[in-house]
């Protein structure tokens, strides 16, 4: 690797020592030159497990990260698992891109995946229960609390859990039970005497018990306090009461994880919502691909449930703790600031305090807001004002992930009842969110949108909204493009990059993107807007020949791409050849990258970092020095693998304003790059290591930097010039 100065400006790294780029290998060997995809993830998710470790992080926020490591850990086993496993059963010989056989790839999975859920349960063990106690808040073992106390809990047991329990025992004439995706269970083995059984004999009977999931996980023992029991230790504590004449034995916990990436051919399918219905239903009922247990588990039950499900040894991950650790983030929900991040108040740029027409200071100058720092309401608003305002004659918008309870599909449903012509896209496809997508486009179609399911073979996750207003004799059109989703509940905890623009060509390569969208028109090329499958791949391809170009022609020359992921083969290889040319790359990746930085003669002008903190990075920004002309940075929604630039409609726009240039370049592509707190570089085998820091450097925080409102002048200056 590099060795740079401590904290550089851009320029300072620009000015380091040139690299003199040694020959690179002639072929593109994968196995050397590529990292594994689904390992460079579970690196991602190794660094969330790292902030729950991070005791400089607030107790509750602590937790909050095991609980996402937790949550991010099934996903994982629910999609990329399932889909070797899948390989592996169907006898696909194929290679990953990297060289790995898809069995190959579940066995190192399982090795590194070991010996994080051990450290996650250890740590929620160890360390966060018990300072939860010291701290008043407490996960309290059934079996610790006095008569009085259990008897309160026993009486609740009574009243609200054993009514709705029911035991499923196996033999000849029970079938083992269906046992539901991420549910939690008891499992254990029930004597019943001899005589009471109908042939006379004495029988020991697996049974199951489905811990429900209408009754909270955490039980309060008492409402003045903040003690709280797991449901499954009252459950087991009043075992007994569910079996009357037999005789219970200990009970374990297990939970099984299936499949839950569902393809639907929408290229085959007459119609996508009902394929997307019954995908979901399809869901419920995937292979099962993990089986989690509680420690204390013994061998005989295990190859019971194994045998039933399907699974092998190697599926099975034994937990010292409780299981579905997802359910604690109820702790969070606590009144306990002294246990959380100090809470801020996002702001507003000078420009939309006015009292003005938002339309008109966009007509004034282009606006760029850096969420959640500055305030989603100016999104929102964004909305509202073109729902209010008598003059404007249509929107139309791409809805991604909106949530439950977004405003946004409300607003657009009243400016459909004012008589305004409204399109929405709405993406049945995103997934673990079709069902919230599916009832938006129901209720937003019964109120006259004009509704549009996406486009054929392709999912929309372009984030675009265009409004079309009447202005004199003229209709003048406004577009907000953005790197997230139009969910405000998300806005508080994802950063991202919201442009607002009145540029006429913008505006009308908005207007001939939704004619893409929903006229299925064909379209080559846009003005200034790139828009996958179109063009980004090609337009990025050609901005980083030009670095290399310029790179030869002694010009000035830099790259630096903020992304979530980066495991596009094809663009891989072309910032190989702009390293080998001599080009410093400094690559921003949150979470996979196929990339392999700080190869000699490879890739030795190539920095990858990823920063995990308080918030969850989620901007795509792209700058390109240009030689001697002008730089041009851009923003957007893609990241840079083949799904976003080959199967996907993304869309990607320039930043014009140079004030707006040197705020992204300046501020916050320059605090990403200084960060020394909360990022981590990745070596060339994958792993990430703590950035190198002189003696005497201060620590800094990019995220704190952008809160902490020591920028905020330059900030409001730069976005609203």
Not at 55 to 61: D, M, Q, S, V, W
Request: with cysteine.
């Amino acid at each position: 690797m590099l060795t740079v100065v401590a904290n550089p400006t851009l320029e300072e790294r620009d000015n380091q020592a040139s690299v003199v780029p040694t020959p690179a290998p002639n072929r593109f060997e994968p196995m050397t030159l590529l990292l594994n995809r689904e390992l460079s993830l579970l690196q991602f998710h190794n660094r969330v497990l790292e902030e729950a470790l991070d005791r400089t992080n607030p107790l509750l926020e602590r937790l909050k990260f095991l609980s996402i490591f937790a949550s991010n850990i099934d996903e994982f086993f629910m999609i990329r698992v399932s889909g070797l496993q899948e390989e592996v059963d169907d006898g696909v010989l194929d290679l990953s891109p990297d060289g790995l056989t898809a069995a190959q790839q579940l066995a190192e999975i399982r090795t590194a995946v070991q010996p994080m859920m051990a450290t996650q349960a250890s740590c929620l063990s160890a360390e966060i229960l018990p300072e939860l106690r010291s701290a008043g808040i407490d996960v309290a073992p059934y079996a610790s609390l006095n008569a009085f106390d259990r008897h309160l809990l026993d009486t609740y047991f009574a009243e609200k859990v054993f009514p709705i329990l029911t035991p499923l025992a196996v033999d000849g004439s029970h079938p083992f039970p269906y046992i539901s995706p991420l549910s939690l269970n008891l499992g254990l083995m029930v004597e019943t005497p001899a005589g009471t059984a109908p042939d006379q004999s004495q029988a020991i009977r697996f049974v199951r018990i489905k811990v429900p999931q209408v009754v909270p996980r955490l039980i309060p023992v008492r409402s003045t306090d903040q003690r709280f029991v797991l449901l499954e230790e009252l459950i087991a504590a009043n075992i007994k009461s569910l079996f009357s004449g037999a005789l219970p034995g200990e009970t374990h916990s297990f939970r099984v994880t299936r499949d839950a990436d569902v393809e639907v051919r929408d290229d085959e399918a007459d119609d996508l919502l009902r394929s997307v219905q019954q995908g979901l239903r399809k869901r419920r009922f995937g292979a099962p691909v993990r089986l989690e247990i509680s420690k204390t588990m013994p061998k005989e039950m295990i190859e019971s449930l194994t045998g039933a499900l399907g699974l092998s040894a190697a599926d099975v991950y034994p937990v010292d703790g409780p299981l579905r650790a997802t359910d604690l983030i109820a702790l969070y929900e606590l009144e306990r600031p002294d246990l959380k991040d100090v809470p801020f108040e996002p702001t507003i740029p000078e420009a939309l305090k006015t009292g003005r027409s938002i339309f008109e200071v966009i007509t004034e100058q282009d606006l760029l807001l850096h969420h959640p720092f500055n305030s989603y309401k100016c999104v929102t608003d964004f909305v509202d004002a073109a729902v209010s305002d008598p003059d404007v004659v249509a929107i139309k918008i791409c809805l991604y992930r909106t949530g439950p309870d977004s405003p946004i599909p409300p607003a657009l449903i009243q400016a459909s009842e004012q008589g305004k012509q409204v399109t929405a896209l709405v993406e049945l496809k995103a997934r673990f969110d079709e069902a919230h997508n599916i009832e938006w486009a129901r209720r937003l179609d019964e109120a006259g949108v004009h509704v549009v399911y996406g486009m054929l073979g392709l999912k929309t996750h372009g984030k675009l909204t265009l409004v079309v207003r009447r202005e004199g004799d003229v209709l003048k059109r406004y577009v907000h493009i953005a790197s997230g989703n139009y969910n405000p509940t998300t806005s508080c905890t994802y950063t991202d990059m919201s442009l607002f623009t009145a540029n006429e060509e913008i505006g009308a390569d908005a207007t001939e993107f939704f004619n893409y969208l929903t006229g299925c028109s064909p379209k080559a090329n846009y003005r200034q807007l790139i828009v996958a499958p179109v063009n980004l791949r090609e337009r990025l391809t050609a901005l980083i020949d030009r670095e290399i170009v310029h790179q030869k022609a002694g010009r000035r020359t830099r790259i630096i791409a903020k992304m979530n992921r980066l495991a596009d083969t094809e663009l891989v290889q072309k910032l190989y050849e702009a390293s080998q040319a001599g080009v410093r790359i400094d690559l921003i990746v949150r979470g996979i990258c196929m990339l392999r930085p700080g190869v000699p003669g490879l890739s030795e002008t190539i920095s990858v970092r990823n920063i995990v903190g308080r918030f969850l990075e989620h901007s795509r920004i792209f700058y390109f020095a240009n030689g001697d002309d002008e730089e041009e940075i851009y923003v957007g929604s893609a990241d840079w693998m083949h799904r976003n630039l080959s199967s996907r409609v993304e869309v990607v726009a320039p930043i014009d304003a140079p004030a707006l240039k040197r705020y992204l370049k300046d501020e916050v592509l320059a605090a990403y790059l200084r960060d020394n707190t909360k990022a981590r570089e990745l070596l060339p085998n994958g792993e990430y290591a703590r950035p190198e820091t002189a003696i005497g450097d201060q620590p800094f925080d990019a995220q704190q930097y952008f809160l902490s409102g020591t920028q905020k002048e330059n900030a409001d200056h730069a976005s609203t010039v």
